[in-house]
């Protein structure tokens, strides 16, 4: 490390301590814990001492600071991960007095200090330095911070427990350790339990950890079925570890463990237990039956339905079980529909009644989290489609909708959209008809005055893998086409952006679907029969930016699929491609907004890439793209600039070196001279001559450079990499074309002017990177203020964070 | 007994990436979803996987409501949409959907230009964020589901700004939002009902009285601007197009009309229209000066502000320029300064917040020198000022509140801790009621009394007052009486005649 870098990090250490520094953006010392990471993997033991880590480690300690005690205990946790750094600082019992200095109570009541312990306890863990927690007693209060009041301390504590516990458990069952190591472990792993036990009434069995754990966890909750956080860490556990799974299978006291959870009748347990039971594909058929699934439901009244959804998730998903099995649970997924739209359970749930869902809203909201479990199932679509789709005519049917609705409806018809057979797949016609109505339903929905803008995207979403379907139907081409012209002025412009995408997305789909062909001529007279040209040639103009330029892409994607397409008749007037690139050209240069100038140039680039483009409107393109490396906005910079690469290769003047001239620069590995096996053949020269001569005249040269001069670091960086690539290609070129000036003196400057580019300078080594980053933290820290004396305003070091513009 | 569980994921005791969980008797609210500026990972967005360990957020929560367009109150939306997958209702007023994207497309440059940053929304997202967001009015109840509905109202604080007042039966909560109980130049102040919430939970941005100090601020910023050009010397003013930048113009061209000076004054090209644009569309959201003097005047049609062309920056002589973008980190206001970097004469004034690694940040942070894009090396000899002129209520503004809603219990956020506990003690002390100051990720369960409206005749309260002797109507007292259902209403009836009927 360079020794003004290690310097500087003394010296912010140093201030650090100062007890009147304010540190108002505590963001600086995540960063600067961020960046000292990044470094220290490069860094030796002795850098520590050197750069004052050690020495501010040793008296963060006394420190009353919370916000240099959090930071100090996370930073003493990442030193842990090496042994060497652990060692250091335990010489000087920096990580014990800093466990102590956090329990001290003005410490520990702040949650951010709490927070900060449990990190670093969790990597003392997960780094082997397991001698010290059992040492320093350090889990010794993670029981109950299970219960803190802060969700994050909550979560990092039961981090620490699991982390614990799943290396215990790892090493217990590694039998090539040392006896001194088994020794510890044992230990460990009974101060583990121990501490688990002493918040539970129990005995201490000798047996896996794991099946320790689901006792435990099992106990716990059966005491306070509250404290799902134990059933949490032991999920948590088993998901963790493979190899903890795979040494569960077929053990007598985990299976016995297991049978506990499910027995005590507790949903969180059985659902963890169906978990374990699917995960570890136990075969113990005897073990759960329907029966129970039943009584589950009908014995107590106030059903847990989120959990029940799970655990019928967790039947559906892993594996199928015993018919009857799997038919209850999809009848369970079909509950909250059903009661949803008033209408009877299925004959085994017929005796049941579940007075928490008399309220239409919470009725809803379980429909909701049913409709995200059906949604995941995709091997029992075919079940659910007839429910689906009278669940979406009922919502339909309804006289009012507010915002749950509309969300119900949206997921619904978003899971039809998935389960609807497609279009390249031979559907029977039952589904076909099915399909229809359901199409039927969705357009006279979005046919109605002032339908949600969400709504109506999201049947057109849904239309487009079903357009098939409209288009071999004339009743449903025709509402469609109501639809669109109704709908294209509309007011609202998410409703007229759905329209256009809808378009776009629908010729889109015709490229990917392979029996789309057979239904090409009707797609092509659906478009030249209705006013779908129209449409979308006037929304080039609309109001907002997103709207045009969602016009622009779909005009694209038009002269795309069809570019035998050269002419499109509005109204009489007829729109050619000329006129088009005419309308692109203007939005490129005068359009106030990005987002539309961005879509012209992609347009731009597209008609250029056609086959059997003419030549005028590739010269008129190839100016304009050109000239929009100027713009102001940096992502029609980069349009620009995939146009100039487009030129380089057309030119020739690419080589071998264009895929890789991207990572060259990157890794500053630019290419330093000519080399034997790279040089040009003369025949080649004077073609590649005129192609610089031409690429000059285009001002393809100069667009470059001012690429390589913008003040966008993304655009500066993808100009450095096309000019190496030219100037790669000028070594092998310069002996033999001998550029003296007299034969053209536009190229020559040109190119002397690429070759002036020093791009080495602009590349920098990952290092050098980092070290940039570290140095730029360090310098915020040293600029830190310190207390204000009573004459400033109280307010001022907050004034520079509160207002984001 | 209803309960109001809180759980702050940000503005907890800090300023920054805004998000706050509330359960209303049940039903799920994210209050705003803004990002840390300060981060340059996924730190930056507040941790989603804290609200449901199970299921998706779309299930759990019943609805979002963003208050305002700064990004640490919306940053977050496009990513918790289309990268988390929220699907539910959105909220946020007219003015904030249309000017969101704006701001949320300008980040996403300074995200994107950083180095090694793959993980961040795109143009796209932004779009479909925003068609999924439903825009509302002042005080126009929507009906979230049969329960829950939201109102919301006045703010201040920037264009578009709104607090918002949730209410299941009869249990509420007013979020603020931020909010400004002052009208400034451009906007009015807030304004909300006697609502009564069982919970209010503003913001503390400045706890401590600050008012006399934005008077000193505005003054010593029309000096420094002053004294500059008097000295020939180049001010520029680095903003964004929408907010602060208005009501900073606005001020300058007071000034300048007052002092009849002649220095020219530009904004930037192109951006003057577009806030012209977003301010006439919303004119109903400006102070009352600006909405009666819009017919005959638009008092953003500035008589000293011209439009700038990059030509200008190399004219002599003295000159003021508003440039975007804010932070100094591209475009014209980067070009600019660039220029006007090396003449001890010229000043910058950053009137706002810069994300690290911007030169923004690095010349506040007192560099003397400035690699920019590792190329071009530049003397920094201008003076650098540093001056927000963010508008949050003070501390007498955010006690005018409390005493206008009358809440039950108060919570801050968004704010810092040790100037919570100063506001604090004084609410307690003079409206007596509870106040939390959570910090991040730490819960508060508050548990609200639910009453129950009967209907009592004249006659029966007046018979039951006159048995205590001269009954003092500012007084409380316990009626005794018979409660009884009827056609779904409750009556108070008395015992005896009850009794008598039945």
Redesign the interface.
């Known amino acids: 490390m360079d020794a003004d870098i290690s310097l500087k990090v003394n010296e912010t250490m140093q201030r650090l301590l100062d007890p009147k520094l304010l540190v108002v953006d505590d963001t600086l010392l995540y960063q600067l814990q961020d960046q000292l990471r990044n470094i220290l993997g490069t860094e030796g033991t002795e850098w520590l001492t050197d750069c004052g880590i050690v020495n501010f480690l040793e008296k963060c300690s006394m420190s009353t600071s919370n916000l240099i005690v959090s930071f100090s205990l996370q930073l003493c946790g990442h030193l842990s991960r090496n042994q060497s750094h652990f060692e250091l600082l335990q010489q000087k019992d920096i990580v014990t007095s800093l466990f102590l200095a956090a329990r001290r109570t003005e410490n520990w009541q702040e949650a951010s200090v709490r927070y900060a312990y449990y990190s670093c306890v969790c990597d003392l863990i997960s780094y082997h330095t397991l001698q010290f927690i059992h040492d320093s007693d350090c889990i010794k209060g993670t029981f109950e911070s299970l219960e803190d009041n802060s969700v994050f301390v909550a979560k990092k504590a039961e981090n620490a427990l699991t982390t614990l516990i799943t290396f215990v458990n790892s090493h217990a069952s590694n039998t090539s350790q040392s006896d001194s190591g088994n020794h510890l472990t044992k230990n460990m792993f009974n101060q583990c339990i121990n501490l688990l036990m002493t918040n539970i009434v129990g005995d201490n069995k000798e047996c896996n950890a794991v099946t320790h754990c689901l006792h435990i966890a099992t106990d716990i909750v059966s005491m306070d079925p509250s404290v799902t956080h134990c059933l949490h860490i032991a999920t948590d556990i088993v998901s963790m570890d493979p190899r903890i799974m795979a040494n569960l299978r077929g053990k007598t006291e985990f299976l016995k463990a297991l049978k506990q959870l499910w027995t005590n009748g507790i949903y969180s347990c059985r659902k963890l237990a169906i978990h374990l039971y699917l995960t570890l594909s136990i075969e113990d058929e005897d073990l759960f039956c329907v029966e129970d699934l039943m009584n589950m439901i009908q014995v107590q009244q106030n059903v847990d339905f989120t959990t029940l959804l799970t655990i019928c998730e967790s039947i559906l998903t892993t594996r199928l079980l015993h018919f009857t099995f799997c038919q209850i649970s999809t009848d369970i997924l079909r509950i909250p529909l059903l009661l949803s739209m008033k209408k009877q359970l299925p004959h085994s749930l017929s005796n049941v009644d579940f007075p928490c869902m008399k309220s239409s809203s919470v009725c809803y909201k379980v429909a909701s989290q049913a409709l995200t479990v059906i949604g995941k199932l995709q091997n029992y679509f075919h079940q659910f489609l007839p429910m689906l789709s009278e669940f979406v005519k009922y919502l339909c049917h309804l006289p009012s909708w507010n915002s749950q609705t509309k969300k119900l409806f949206t997921q619904t018809v978003r899971i039809l959209n998935n389960m609807l057979p497609h279009p390249d797949k031979a559907a029977c016609d039952e589904d076909k008809i099915e399909a229809n109505s359901l199409i039927d339903t969705l357009l006279t929905k979005i046919n109605e005055n002032n339908t949600d803008t969400m709504v109506i995207s999201c049947v057109l979403e849904c239309f487009v893998p079903m357009f098939r379907n409209i288009l071999a139907s004339e009743k449903l081409s025709d509402n469609l086409l109501v639809f669109i012209n109704k709908r294209s002025c509309d007011q609202r412009w998410e409703v007229r952006d759905s329209i256009i995408v809808f378009i776009k997305d629908v010729l889109s789909e015709s490229y990917s679907i392979k029996n789309y062909c057979c239904a090409e001529v009707q797609l092509r007279e659906w478009f030249d029969m209705t006013a779908t040209m129209v449409l979308v040639w006037s929304a080039v103009g609309d109001s907002v930016s997103y709207v045009r330029s969602a016009a622009i892409l779909t005009l694209s994607a038009i002269f795309l699929k069809w570019n035998d397409l050269e002419k499109i008749s509005i109204d009489g007037e007829v729109i050619s491609l000329d006129i088009a690139i005419e309308k692109m050209l203007i939005i490129l240069k005068s359009d106030t907004e990005a987002f539309s100038r961005r879509s012209a140039a992609q347009f731009l680039l597209n008609v250029y890439t056609l086959k059997g483009v003419q030549s005028q409107h590739m010269t008129v393109i190839s100016a304009a793209m050109i000239d929009c490396i100027k713009d102001f906005d940096w992502e029609v910079k980069l349009k620009s600039l995939e146009f100039l690469e487009i030129l380089i290769k057309t030119h020739g003047l690419h080589g071998e070196q264009m895929q890789c001239c991207d990572i060259m620069v990157r890794n500053g590995t630019v290419p330093g001279g000519s080399s034997a096996e790279n040089e040009i053949d003369i025949h080649e020269s004077k073609p590649l001559q005129q192609a610089l001569e031409v690429a000059s005249s285009s001002g393809l040269f100069q667009a470059l450079l001012t690429a390589y001069n913008d003040e966008d670091p993304i655009v500066k960086d993808k100009a450095a990499s096309l000019i190496n690539v030219i100037k790669h290609r000028l070594i092998h070129v310069k002996a033999d074309c001998n550029y003296d000036g007299s034969k053209n003196n536009k190229t020559y400057d040109d190119l002397k002017a690429l070759e002036s580019v020093d791009l080495n300078v602009n590349v920098l080594s990952g290092l050098f990177e980092r070290k940039k980053l570290l140095v730029d933290v360090l310098d915020n820290i040293l600029a830190c203020k310190s207390a204000p004396s009573g004459d400033d305003d109280p307010n001022d070091n907050l004034l520079s964070l509160v207002d984001c513009y | 007994m209803a309960e109001i569980r809180i ?1 702050p994921l940000g503005a907890g005791q ?3 990436r805004s998000c706050i969980l509330v359960t209303l008797c ?1 039903k799920n609210i994210m209050l705003d979803c803004g990002m ?5 990972d996924d ?1 930056r967005f507040p941790d989603f996987s ?1 609200i449901t ?4 957020l ?2 759990h929560l ?2 979002v409501i963003i208050s305002h367009f ?3 109150h919306c940053g977050a939306l496009p990513y918790m949409t289309e990268m988390v997958g929220y ?3 959105i909220y946020m007023t007219h003015p904030t959907k249309a000017i969101c994207p704006i ?1 949320l ?1 300008d980040y996403r ?1 300074i995200t ?2 950083r ?1 090694g940053e793959t993980k961040f929304f795109t ?1 796209e997202h932004i ?1 479909m964020a ?3 967001t ?1 825009a509302v009015n002042l005080h126009q109840v ?7 509905e939201i109102k919301a109202y006045y703010a201040g604080h920037v264009l578009g700004a709104a607090m918002f007042l949730m209410k299941v039966g009869q249990h509420s909560v007013l979020y603020t939002g931020d909010y400004n109980m002052t009208p400034d130049r451009h906007l009015g102040a807030a304004w909300v009902d006697k609502c009564r919430p069982d919970l209010l939970i503003t913001e503390s ?2 706890a ?1 009285t ?1 008012r006399d ?1 934005k008077r000193c601020r505005e003054r010593d910023f029309l000096k420094k601007i002053h004294d500059c050009v008097d000295r020939g010397g180049k001010v520029l003013i680095p ?2 197009a929408l ?2 930048a208005q009501e900073l113009c606005i001020l300058l061209e007071t000034y300048w009309h007052r002092m009849n000076l002649n220095i020219p004054i530009y904004f930037s090209l ?1 951006l003057t ?2 806030a012209n644009h977003y301010y006439k569309l919303f004119i109903a959201w400006t102070n009352q000066k600006i909405k009666k003097t819009f017919v005959q005047r638009n008092m953003f049609d500035f008589k000293y502000i011209k439009p700038f062309e990059r030509s200008y920056a190399d004219n002599p002589g003295p000159m003021v320029v508003f440039a975007t973008p ?1 932070m100094l980190h ?2 014209l206001s ?2 600019v300064f660039k220029k006007w970097a090396p003449n001890e004469n010229n000043m910058v004034i950053m ?3 810069c994300v ?2 911007t030169v923004g ?2 010349i ?4 003397k020198k400035l690699e ?4 071009q090396m530049i003397e920094i000899k201008l003076s650098v000022q ?1 001056m ?3 508008a ?1 209520a003070d501390a007498k503004g955010i006690m005018q509140l409390i005493r206008q809603c009358q809440p039950k219990n108060v919570m801050l956020v968004h ?2 801790a040790i ?1 919570m506990d100063f506001l604090k003690a004084k609410i307690k002390q003079e409206f007596g009621v509870e106040c939390y100051k959570p ?5 508060v369960c508050i548990q609200c009394r639910s009453s129950i409206p009967a209907d009592v005749s004249v006659s029966f309260l007046k018979r039951e007052a006159s048995l205590s002797g001269f009954p003092d109507p500012k007084k409380q007292r316990i009626v005794h009486g018979a409660l009884l259902m009827k056609d779904n209403r409750l009556q108070l009836m008395d015992i005896h005649l009850k009794c008598r009927s039945l």
């Open positions: 759980v800090d300023v920054g049940g840390h500026m300060g981060y340059n730190r804290y360990r199970e299921g998706g779309t299930e019943d609805c700064h990004l640490d699907d539910g209702p701001l497309e440059k994107v230009e180095k143009s779009k925003m068609k999924k439903t929507v009906q979230v589901d049969d329960e829950l941005t400045y401590t600050i100090s903003v964004f907010g602060r192109g229209e577009k804010g591209a475009g980067l070009q009137p706002g917040y690290a690694g940040h690095k506040l942070n007192g560099a920019i894009e590792g190329r540093y927000s002129f963010s949050h704010g810092e100037k910090a991040n990720g730490e819960t």
